[in-house]
Structures are given as structure tokens and as C-alpha cells.
């Protein structure tokens, strides 16, 4: 029609850019789930932290990624995943520097849980929106491998937190903050080199829901966190636990009538996604302590130093990391039922032949049931 206007045509993606752009991204977020637990004792050291300050400190982070993660991924829903990744890039990297520049005084340890709050909140963004582009950018008969390698490599660097974290402290312990700075300007840089769409949607934001399901999950995930301060046999304790789980029932009911909910509970009646929710749910429950408990179990048990207990999880992750790879072509080829069943049958071998081997205190002879597990 003469006068109108062409419509300009949709960018293509450069998949390998996006893909590594996402990368990128998100590492910042799996490497400050363990880099800041090396760097602890000196932190507490230089700024006269209490013991029970410091462990805000870390589970700060954690409280505010588990509040505002389904936040984060309606967010990317309603104004595009690009934007939202970029955003909780932006808030990540900031709230790491103002950590990295915390000043030495009463108020240090306030100063470090706001901003690693903020961190939280920045990762809650981050992941979802993250994840969504590479679905996004990736046709279907190639999104297998696209998530294997992303989910591979992603889960690696959690294990090179440790490792890290003690070459950096090192020098100084303020620089574990400070080194998300020149991976986030690359996040940045790719992320605008590699032209990814924007898709929005043009509904309201759940604003009750998402607080309802902010304070649902952050209280009872309080609880579960300082039973071991509290006690299992605390009210504190259950007050939180039960406390957040009314809360989170309270917002199901509630997100039932809505026309446009926080979270689509409908979705639960797909009898597939359930009983992959569940799988990953359980598998997380082994999966996520490996982090903690080892790393521990390293250092106490075979005077492992926090590198070499770095080391230790990463045989984990190598098998992780490997088997990832043969999963995503599984997945490609056959679907998914295959790989969650050889999956889940090889992480439970590979975790009962490791538990028997702990009592040998040698890291040599468990390297190949850790990698197994993995």
C-alpha cells in the first residue's frame, strides 16, 4: 500500500554470542553462591564482624535470590528477558561493588547485608531471564545441547568459587566483589553484540502475588537456615518454617482467580511438568549440600587446604559437566525420559558408592564415585 510503512524485519540472533553472553552473565551468580564463604575468616577479621553477622552475610544473598526469583522470571515474561537480564546485570555488578567497598566500622556489617541482599535480588533477575533467552534464541532440535553446555559450564564455575575465592583474598578479600566487574562489562558487550529479540507481553504485574510469594519463600527459608543457630526444637524455628508455608498457601489460593498470576499454577496439571518439577526438586536436595558438606568434608577430614578442597569439587564437576553433554544430545534425539531415568539411577549409584568411601580419607581413591555422582 503506498505510504505505508515496511515493517522492519526481525533480527536473527547470533546464537554463539547470545549463548555466551548468558554465560557470562549468570557465572557471576553461581560463583558468589561459594567464593564469599572462603573469604570469611578475613572479613570478619578486618572488619570485626560477629560470627552470627557474617553468616547474615552469606545467607543474605541466598534469602533474597529464593524471595524474588519468580518475580524475576514474570518480569522477563512482561518486558522481554534481554532487557531483565541486562537489568539484574546492572544490579548485580553495583551491589558488588558497594560490597567490595564496605567501610570499616559499626556500620560495616549493615552496609554488607544490604548490598548482599541486592546481589540476591540482582541474580533473581539475572537467572530466569537468562535461561529464557537461551529457550529463546535456540530452535528446538538444538536446545538440548544449547542447555546441557549452559547448565554444564554454568554449574562448573560454582566449584571454582572456592578456588577463586583464595587465589583473590590472597591480595585482598574485597576483591572477590570486585571481580564481577570486568565479567559483567563482557556479559554487557556480548549481550548487545548478539541481538536477541525482545518479546513482550502486554499484561499487568501481579503486585500482591508478588509479595505474597517474596515473603512466603523468604521466611521459610529463614527458618530452614538458622535451625541450626536456633534449634530444631525452637518456636523461632517453626514459627518461620510454618509461617512461610501458610504464606505460600495464602498465595496459591489467591493466584488461583487471577487473569494474569505471578506464577500460571495451571501449569501443574501437566502431569509431565510435575513429575519433572519433583525430579528436580529431589535431585537439588543431593545436588546443592554437595557444595557445602564437601568443601567441609575436605578440609576437616583430609586437611585439605581451600584449594585443594576446590579441587575435590571438581571431580564432581567434571562428571557433571561431561555427562551433561551426552544428556543434551539425549535429549535432542529421544526426548526426556531417557536421561532423567539413566540420570537419576547413576547420581543414586554414584552417591551410595562415594558415602562408602568417605571413611578411606583418601581423595585419590574417591575421585572416580565423586565424579560419578557428578
Not at 522477563?76 to 539484574?88: E, N, S, T
Not at 548490598?115 to 533473581?124: N, P
Not at 502475588?209 to 536456633?230: D, E, K, P, R, T
Not at 536436595?285 to 581451600?306: E, G, H, I, T
Request: hydrophobic residues 55%; positive net charge.
Amino acid at each position: 500500500m503506498r505510504g505505508a510503512a515496511a515493517e522492519p524485519a526481525p533480527r536473527t540472533p547470533n546464537q554463539t554470542l547470545a549463548l555466551a553472553a548468558m554465560l557470562f552473565a549468570v557465572s557471576m551468580t553461581f560463583i558468589d553462591q561459594t567464593i564469599v564463604s572462603v573469604a570469611a575468616p578475613d572479613i570478619v577479621h578486618e572488619l570485626g564482624l560477629s560470627a552470627s553477622g557474617m553468616q547474615w552475610v552469606v545467607n543474605a544473598y541466598l534469602l533474597s535470590l529464593a524471595a524474588f526469583f519468580a518475580l524475576g522470571g514474570r518480569l522477563a515474561d512482561l518486558f522481554g528477558p534481554r532487557r531483565v537480564v541486562v537489568i539484574g546485570t546492572l544490579v548485580f555488578v553495583i551491589s558488588s561493588v558497594l560490597c567490595g567497598c564496605v567501610p570499616k566500622g559499626d556500620f560495616a556489617q549493615t552496609w554488607l547485608i544490604i548490598f548482599r541482599a541486592t546481589q540476591g535480588l540482582g541474580a533473581a533477575l539475572l537467572f530466569p531471564a537468562a535461561l529464557a533467552v537461551v529457550v529463546a534464541v535456540f530452535p528446538v532440535e538444538r536446545r538440548g545441547r544449547a542447555l546441557a553446555l549452559f547448565f554444564g559450564l554454568s554449574g562448573a564455575l560454582t566449584a571454582i568459587g572456592p578456588l577463586l575465592g583464595g587465589w583473590l583474598t590472597s591480595w585482598t578479600w574485597r576483591a572477590i566483589f570486585w571481580v564481577n566487574v570486568p565479567v559483567a562489562i563482557v556479559a554487557l558487550v556480548l549481550t548487545m553484540m548478539a541481538r536477541i529479540p525482545d518479546r513482550r507481553r502486554d499484561e499487568s504485574l501481579d503486585g500482591v502475588g508478588a509479595v505474597l510469594i517474596a515473603v512466603g519463600m523468604g521466611v521459610s527459608v529463614l527458618g530452614f537456615q538458622q535451625a541450626a543457630i536456633w534449634g530444631w526444637d525452637s518456636a523461632a524455628t517453626w514459627a518461620c518454617i510454618v509461617g512461610g508455608l501458610a504464606v505460600l498457601v495464602l498465595f496459591w489460593r489467591y493466584e488461583r482467580g487471577r487473569r494474569h498470576p505471578l506464577v500460571n499454577l495451571t501449569v501443574f496439571r501437566d502431569k509431565a511438568f510435575t513429575v519433572d518439577a519433583l525430579v528436580l526438586f529431589f535431585a537439588m536436595l543431593a545436588f546443592v549440600p554437595v557444595f557445602f558438606f564437601a568443601s567441609v568434608y575436605a578440609q576437616v577430614s583430609l586437611s585439605a587446604s581451600p584449594n585443594q578442597a576446590a579441587l575435590y569439587l571438581l571431580y564432581f564437576f567434571a562428571g557433571f559437566a561431561i555427562a551433561s553433554q551426552w544428556g543434551g544430545r539425549m535429549l535432542d534425539k529421544q526426548g526426556a525420559r531417557g536421561p532423567m531415568k539413566i540420570g537419576t539411577i547413576v547420581g543414586a549409584v554414584g552417591f551410595a558408592l562415594w558415602a562408602n568411601k568417605l571413611t578411606d580419607l583418601s581423595m585419590h581413591d574417591q575421585w572416580p564415585y565423586v565424579a560419578l555422582a557428578g
